[in-house]
T-cell receptor, first 114, second 110 residues
Framework: DQQVKQNSPSLSVQEGRISILNCDYT??????FLWYKKYPAEGPTFLIS?????DKNEDGRFTVFLNKSAKHLSLHIVPSQPGDSAVYFC?????????????FGQGTILTVHP | KAGVTQTPRYLIKTRGQQVTLSCSPI?????VSWYQQTPGQGLQFLFE???????NKGNFPGRFSGRQFSNSRSEMNVSTLELGDSALYLC?????????FGPGTRLTVL
């Protein structure tokens, strides 16, 4: 039972254009969402997060949108740069007693072409 | 602040052996979580410790265990290693709901 899904295994974008990475979830108890960037054999790097009480959060080139009714979130990267090429994971956290447990999607490989 | 550190970075063991991995969280962070990453299963939660107490545990067999010390440093132990335990083991320390990951320990079981 995969509670967090990233249905696109890969995405290819031209430098300077927008990258949109999508994530769907099924568990209504999730109330905090995070995006991470990861290179092979390294730990994930935190990018941006959003609480379920918001529908948008921005940080520089990164914006995360949350649609609670659709149980969908997306990460927008504008403008995309070749250095953004990596695997992107969305993760979800349920408050209450889910101490320290993030549930991750399977990841999307982003390739930004110069 | 220094980030999360994990030692060792790479480890090779044989089936049946045991292994201990170490994690030092970001200064001031009291919660430490452990994850296993494999190509087939992705990132899977192992357990979480806070103030030397395990508060949450994922769906892993009892061969996987951990502990946390009074300085918030944490160790995880895997006993009777199996080939399927080969993975990248990640530790994360958290403040509020945001988790910050270490570089991981790559464990290879032969």
């Amino acid at each position: 039972d995969q509670q967090v899904k990233q249905n696109s295994p890969s995405l290819s974008v031209q430098e300077g254009r927008i990258s949109i990475l999508n994530c769907d979830y099924t568990n209504s108890m999730f109330d905090y969402f995070l995006w991470y960037k990861k290179y092979p054999a390294e730990g994930p790097t935190f990018l941006i997060s959003i609480s379920s009480i918001k529908d948008k959060n921005e940080d520089g080139r990164f914006t995360v949108f949350l649609n609670k009714s659709a149980k969908h979130l997306s990460l927008h990267i504008v403008p995309s740069q070749p250095g953004d090429s990596a695997v992107y994971f969305c993760a979800a956290f349920a408050g209450g007693t889910s101490y320290g447990k993030l549930t991750f999607g399977q990841g999307t490989i982003l390739t930004v072409h110069p | 602040k220094a980030g999360v550190t994990q030692t060792p970075r790479y480890l090779i063991k044989t089936r049946g052996q045991q292994v201990t991995l170490s994690c030092s969280p970001i200064s001031g962070h009291r919660s430490v979580s452990w994850y296993q990453q494999t190509p087939g299963q992705g990132l899977q939660f192992l357990f979480e410790y806070f103030s030397e107490t395990q508060r949450n545990k994922g769906n892993f067999p009892g061969r996987f265990s951990g502990r946390q010390f009074s300085n918030s440093r944490s160790e995880m132990n895997v006993s009777t290693l199996e080939l399927g335990d080969s993975a990248l083991y990640l530790c994360a320390s958290s403040f509020n709901n945001e988790q910050f990951f270490g570089p991981g320990t790559r464990l290879t079981v032969l």
